[in-house]
Nanobody, 125 residues
Framework: QVQLVETGGGLVQTGDSLRLSCADS?????????MGWFRQAPGKEREFVAA????????HYGDSVKGRFTISRDDAENVVYLQMNSLEPEDTAVYSC?????????????????WGQGTQVTVSS
């Protein structure tokens, strides 16, 4: 059973950068999973942020983060990253990573099988 843990959230100012990390709590390899990042702000629906295919060759991004966020995976270390640059107050949310054991890269949260608890990102103006 995959158990995902996110780290790296925090309080930053507008224009700052953060890098989130996602790994299995027992160090299990994530190589066979497509990985996604989603976020949810208070009172809003869950929003797709980014996804990377199992081999890292394909990536998708939500429109609101394109050009600012980058998803990557280090399969040697079994970690998936979300590099977030030029952060804006609108990026404030709980960010969760998710794993999908299908080969189809999806933007839809219901396609993902395993979820982390999330990490809070707060961007002050």
């Amino acid at each position: 059973q995959v158990q995902l843990v996110e780290t790296g959230g925090g309080l930053v100012q507008t224009g700052d950068s953060l890098r989130l990390s996602c790994a299995d709590s027992s160090g299990r390899s994530l190589r066979s999973y497509s990985m996604g990042w989603f976020r949810q702000a208070p009172g809003k629906e869950r929003e797709f942020v980014a996804a990377a295919s199992w081999n890292g060759r394909n990536t998708h991004y939500g429109d609101s983060v394109k050009g600012r966020f980058t998803i990557s995976r280090d399969d040697a270390e079994n970690v998936v990253y979300l590099q977030m640059n030029s952060l804006e107050p609108e990026d404030t949310a709980v960010y969760s990573c998710a794993a999908d054991n299908s080969l189809i890269l999806s933007n839809w949260h219901e396609d993902y099988n395993y979820w982390g608890q999330g990490t809070q990102v707060t961007v002050s103006s």
